[in-house]
């Protein structure tokens, strides 16, 4: 399978942990996208990579969370100090330029 | 920032019935999308558009620049449509800002 792939698909974690996700974008796609989508509302835009580059970051994207593409490939999104608010569904995407953009199956974070 | 208003939020239909969903927003873009979500899942993309019309199966995406509106359709529609119908826009700014989505609307089929 070549779509976009996360990982993992489920974390629970206790409020204050560290967790780290990643995201595996099509391979020849150079855009990459990271959203959050919480419980009976539609996804909110968080942050984008142009390669390599983090060109855009959303103010939802508060300094407890931290998103790398190191060689322009697969993007990882970490969060500290994790608070109950953070619990929702991560969701990446990625795109060619002017094209279409491809979800993953998301990354469910639930917080205690 | 653009503001996307999706009709209805809820919609119960019988087998066969057809389905208009519509969405509306509230500053140019450069593209539409059309997604489809199932409960615990992931995103699909069904459409994605900039003017005109787009058919694909039994579904139907039409885009009205001028007016800042779209619409999905579903002709003979069947249980296994039921999902959640999202709309997102793409700015003019050249996507650097991400999709700006709708809250979707929920769709059930009964047969």
């Known amino acids: 399978d070549t779509g976009v792939s996360q990982d993992p698909r489920h974390k629970i974690t206790k409020r204050g942990q560290n967790v780290t996700f990643r995201c595996d974008p099509i391979s020849e796609h150079n855009r990459l996208y990271w959203y959050r989508q919480t419980l009976g509302q539609g996804p909110e835009f968080l942050t984008y990579f142009q390669n390599e580059a983090q060109l855009e970051k959303s103010r939802l994207l508060s300094d407890r969370f931290s998103a790398e593409r190191p060689k322009g490939s697969f993007s990882t999104l970490e969060i500290q100090r994790t608070e109950q608010g953070d619990s929702a569904m991560y969701l990446c995407?990625?795109?060619?330029?002017?094209?279409?953009?491809?979800f993953g199956p998301g990354t469910r974070l639930t917080v205690l | 920032k653009n503001e996307v208003e999706q009709s209805p939020q809820n919609l119960t239909a019988q087998e066969g019935e057809f389905i208009t969903i519509n969405c509306s927003y509230s500053v140019g873009i450069s593209a539409l999308h059309w997604l489809q979500q199932h409960p615990g899942g992931g995103i699909v993309s069904l459409f994605m558009l900039s003017s005109g019309k787009k058919k694909h199966g039994r579904l139907i995406a039409t885009i009205n620049i001028q007016e800042k509106h779209s619409s999905l359709h579903i002709t003979a529609s069947h249980p296994r449509d039921s999902a959640v119908y999202i709309c997102a826009v793409l700015g003019s700014g050249g996507g650097a800002d991400g999709l700006t989505f709708g809250k979707g609307t929920h769709l059930i089929i009964q047969p």
């Open positions: 995407a990625s795109s060619s330029q002017g094209y279409e953009q491809f």
